[in-house]
């Protein structure tokens, strides 16, 4: 029997299909919709989920939704503003916000409108999704679960328990005290895109020094900082609230008069660079102070140092590196689509041990992102032939002829199999170029990416070699743990190294990528280096490609060399 989970509130919608306890397919809308972070109910999805699996009201047992409308609009809304009058009038009477509660008051006859009417729908706590999505794919018996994020239904952070198929939530931090509300507050503040460009800041802390002083006041940024996130001896932590806005007057600058009266005006990214890099790095630092302290507590209140790692903040790469250096762990689980989209699988298995009831159900690890659509040779010959523009042939051994042109310092879009789930290219919807030259970097920020000169590219490096390369001291699978790179490498794979010298680690598993992982020893054979450049095969501001038609669109405009589509070798007319 199938289960549906769906994550339908908030950015980054999506859609998760299990068959009986096992994950089969998961997709953001906006691979399908083509609008970066689509909020919009997640109907494409469900479209083409219903189409490949045939799925119907006899083969269906549940549909499952993460975040239980109810809630969130009696805590975040009602009762917030009943027991706090006075600082919430401004935002509870927001006209964006009237139209918000009047939406969640409506959302469930909409849900049972649009999506399987006939079907029981059942409502899950939006921090239990990203618990049990990342948990139920680790693998571990027992495990701390830690979820940080901007917002749930009030929760912004959560310490769960978990034991066989079981989470118990011990306890959690509410809003306005959120570590995710306040990273993406000066995200915005420092001209970056709300919901999109915390990584951006996170890349940008390298080129800042925390440990300078601020003119007006004297004092370090590092110091402002310790003020601004407030951390207790006892891990606990909590976000002073008179340097923002966003928690009472919602739909303005998020940052308060106080921040810009010590801090300056927001960023036009022209101006005073210097004072911006150094909240970018004092931000960051204190942000992985905060993070570290928490689950240095979540440690203490489980007694199990398996980590299960979820919510949005779980994507800080750099985070995830210092608790893997600092708290010297070694189980450590974040799951791919660690953000809201990943609510998604959480819903879809709570729903299913629902209705199972299974108490023996043990949760199986998964090393793989790979469950968006696929398109066989058949319908990508029929995107290719579309195209005047492009010239294509078919070749048998494809990744040494590929391995020979990324020596030669091709930049190189490869599409293959099933797209990822969550935010990271694995190797199958990626761009891809030799590690070695900073030229090569540049060129693909500046002409590919159309991105800041700053931003870094990840190495994918085959399996057996990454701790002979990298400080690395756990499994790193999906691209979200950055560590530093052993000095004996550090001149000699400059493409993938970011400022302070770390890398963010994507190891191959030839069990789970056997044609990436080829490509990658073909090319070790030819250069000495057992990785290669990987980055999201996609333009500024575009979603990573899902289709045949996204991969040839992007391929054209994007300034890539070749295209590489199954075995199909691509290129322009007049190369």
Not at 33 to 40: E, G, L, T, V
Request: charged share 25%.
């Amino acid at each position: 029997m199938y289960h549906i989970g769906i994550h339908y509130y908030g950015h980054d919608t999506s859609v998760a299909l299990l068959k009986n306890n096992q994950l089969i397919f998961a997709v953001e809308e906006e691979k399908l919709s083509r609008i970066k972070h689509d909020r919009a109910l997640p109907l494409k999805s469900l479209s083409y989920i219903v189409k490949k699996y045939k799925i119907n009201n006899s083969n269906l047992a549940t549909v499952n939704f993460a975040t239980i409308p109810e809630r969130l609009l009696k805590e975040k809304y009602l009762k917030l503003f009943a027991d706090n009058p006075n600082d919430y009038y401004e935002v509870f009477f927001n006209n964006t916000n009237i139209e918000k509660m009047k939406s969640l008051t409506k959302i469930r006859a909409l849900l049972k409108k649009k999506i399987f009417p006939n079907k029981e729908h059942n409502f899950f706590h939006h921090h239990l999704c990203h618990q049990y999505s990342s948990y139920l794919l680790s693998g571990f018996d027992r495990a701390t679960c830690v979820s940080l994020d901007g917002l749930g239904e009030i929760e912004s952070g959560c310490i769960g328990y978990a034991n066989k198929n079981s989470i118990k939530i011990l306890e959690n931090v509410k809003f306005p005290h959120s570590l995710g509300e306040c990273y993406t507050a000066i995200t915005e503040y420092l001209g970056y895109q709300v919901d999109s460009g915390e990584g951006t800041v996170m890349a940008l802390a390298a080129l800042g020094k925390s440990c300078l002083k601020v003119k007006k006041i004297n004092k370090s940024y590092k110091k402002i900082f310790q003020e601004i996130i407030e951390i207790k001896n006892n891990g606990e932590y909590r976000i002073n609230l008179n340097w923002f806005n966003y928690w009472n007057t919602r739909g303005k600058l998020r940052v308060s008069e106080k921040f810009i009266k010590i801090f300056g005006a927001p960023s036009n990214k022209k101006k005073n660079k210097k004072n911006y890099y150094n909240i970018a790095a004092a931000l960051q630092e204190r942000f992985e102070e905060a993070y570290i302290a928490y689950i240095k507590r979540a440690i203490r209140l489980t007694g199990s140092r398996n980590i299960v790692l979820s919510g949005g903040c779980a994507l800080n790469c750099k985070s995830n590196g210092r608790i893997v250096k600092e708290l010297n762990i070694k189980n450590l689980y974040i799951q791919p689509a660690a953000g809201d989209a990943g609510t998604s699988v959480g819903a879809g298995y709570l729903g299913y041990l629902k209705y199972s009831k299974a108490k023996k159900f043990v949760p199986k690890y998964y090393d793989h992102s790979y469950f968006g659509p696929y398109y066989n040779d058949k319908e990508i010959l029929q995107s290719l032939k579309r195209y005047s523009s492009i010239k294509f042939k078919k070749i048998r051994n494809i990744e040494n002829y590929v391995a020979e042109l990324l020596h030669k310092q091709k930049v190189i879009g490869w599409y293959q199999g099933r797209v990822e789930f969550g935010p990271r290219a694995l190797g199958n919807r990626s761009i891809i170029a030799s590690p070695e030259k900073i030229s090569i970097k540049n060129r693909i920020n500046s002409k590919i990416k159309k991105r800041e000169f700053f931003r870094p590219f990840a190495p994918s490096v085959i399996e057996g070699y990454e701790k002979k390369i990298f400080n690395l001291k756990c499994n790193s699978p999906f691209m979200l743990i950055a560590t530093d790179i052993n000095k004996k490498f550090l001149n000699k794979i400059n493409a993938v190294k970011h400022l302070d010298n770390s890398a963010r680690i994507q190891v191959v598993l030839k069990k789970t990528n056997p044609k990436y992982f080829k490509l990658i020893t073909e090319l070790h054979k030819l250069n000495g280096l057992p990785l290669i450049l990987n980055t999201s095969f996609n333009g500024k501001g575009e979603p990573i490609v899902c289709t045949p038609n996204d991969a040839i669109e992007s391929f054209l405009k994007n300034g890539l060399d070749f295209l590489v589509m199954n075995n199909f070798f691509v290129f322009k007319n007049g190369k």
